[in-house]
C-alpha cells in the first residue's frame, strides 16, 4: 500500500485545513485509515481514525469537536478536515493504513502502512 498525504502548510490561528491522503496498491475498502500527528521533540500521537466501511469514527480528545476524518473509498481517499486550528496543532501529519482485526484503531502499532507527512504550520 502506498499512502501519499497532502494538503498542508501555513494557517493563521482558528483558521481550517483539510489534509487529503491517497492510496494506492489494495483494495482502498478492504483497510482502516488513520490520521497521526507528531510535533518537533514530541511523540507521535493518535489524531482520528476510520474504519474501512467509514461506519465507525473516532478521535483522539485533541481532536474532538474540531476535526473530522471522512473517507471516500471510491476515490481511495481519506480526509482530515480541521477547523478552528491551534498553535499546539503544528506538526507533521500522517496518515496511515492498516488491516488487522484490531478494534484499537488508536494504536499506531495497528498500522502497516505510512504516507511520508505532510507540514502543518499554525500561528498568529
Given at each position: 500500500v502506498q499512502l501519499?498525504?497532502?494538503g498542508g502548510g501555513w494557517v493563521q490561528t482558528g483558521g481550517?485545513?483539510?489534509?487529503?491522503?491517497?492510496?494506492?496498491?489494495?483494495?482502498?475498502?478492504?483497510?482502516?485509515?488513520?490520521?497521526?500527528?507528531?510535533?518537533?521533540?514530541?511523540?507521535?500521537?493518535?489524531?482520528?481514525?476510520?474504519?474501512?466501511?467509514?461506519?465507525?469514527?473516532?478521535?483522539?480528545?485533541?481532536?474532538?469537536?474540531r476535526f473530522t476524518i471522512s473517507r471516500d473509498n471510491a476515490k481511495n481517499m481519506v480526509y482530515l478536515q480541521m477547523n478552528n486550528l491551534k498553535r499546539e496543532d503544528t506538526a507533521v501529519y500522517y496518515c496511515a493504513a492498516g488491516d488487522s482485526t484490531s478494534t484499537y484503531l488508536a494504536d499506531e502499532n495497528e498500522y502497516e502502512w505510512w504516507g511520508q507527512g505532510t507540514l502543518v504550520t499554525v500561528s498568529s
Open positions: 501519499q498525504a497532502s481550517s485545513l483539510r489534509l487529503s491522503c491517497a492510496a494506492s496498491g489494495r483494495t482502498f475498502s478492504d483497510y482502516y485509515m488513520g490520521w497521526f500527528r507528531q510535533a518537533p521533540l514530541q511523540e507521535r500521537e493518535f489524531v482520528a481514525a476510520v474504519t474501512s466501511s467509514g461506519g465507525r469514527k473516532y478521535y483522539a480528545d485533541l481532536a474532538k469537536g
